[in-house]
């Protein structure tokens, strides 16, 4: 297992020297922000990247995300040009020495919650999906942002968009998927870079949209698209686990045995009585998850892939990025160091 971290690069108000001085910290989880999607990035951007996280005595191995440009999700003919894009990014990370590429498949929303600092009872704030909220949000108009979503549109932009998805069912959107792997996968290969793709968070269609990377059923048949180990996962146990359909001790333990997990996003929700969740803090009694049985799967079939604390509250007066701030992740990760040194001692 090596322990990662998510950084937003220079402008995070979390320093990179600080999660250096987290315990057994191995690789910075970053990408190039400046660029639109679905361009190419820079060889000097990534370099730089590069450069910063190692001077910082840390691994650029892995990029979280390479966005995928909508026209690719739409199957649209302006893809040709975004899907040889994205093989050129391939390209110039692997040569950086990155590892592992994360992306998603999601139209026009990336992760969704309603609300992104409720206050818990112990006085630490969280991310929250309730049901009866997401009942009243409109995205179309204009007033909604979220961290997790792309904040380049206009209100117009977006009704066109949504508009262009009308058309689009989940057959066609798997059929769109395939194209693209079938493009980037060789080139993966070709440079030894393993790409994950990360799960619909929460996993069901999200106002109108629709989203296929939800279940065991969908997953199977994502990895036979391209049935080759390049073609794997992002395993987020808070995406997937936010409905108790998904057993995600169960699946870590099918797809580690697999070889197919790239990495792990690590995160504890607790799943409310109608189907809502709150995010809570790692250890299993504070959420709905048993992490240590999910770890113990990881570890039974010597997991070497990456690993990171996902989404932290918001503790001891701390703001910045909901999600991503210091010092819940710190403790995540701590956590996380423990369950797995347990776990290896007791393997012998
Ligand atoms: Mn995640």
Redesign the pocket.
Known sequence: MKLSFRWYGPEDPVKIEYIRQIPHMHSIVTAVYDVPVGEVWPEESILKLKKQTEDAGLHFEVIESVPVHEDIKLGKPTRERYIKNYQENIRRLGKAGVKCICYNFMPVFDWTRTQLDKVLEDGSNALVYYREQLEGMNPLTGELSLPGWDSSYTKEGLKDLFAEYEKITEEDLWENLRYFLEQVIPVAEEMDVNMAI?PD?PPWPIFGLPRIITCEENIDRFLKLVDKKQNGL?L?T??LGCTKTNDMVKLTEKYAAQGRIHFM?M?NVKILEDGSFEESAHPSSCGSLDMVAIMKALSDHDFDGYLRP?HGRMIWGETGKPGYGLYDRALGASYLNGVWETLQKLKG
């Open positions: 990360h968070d992002t987020c808070g995406s996003h995160r996902d």
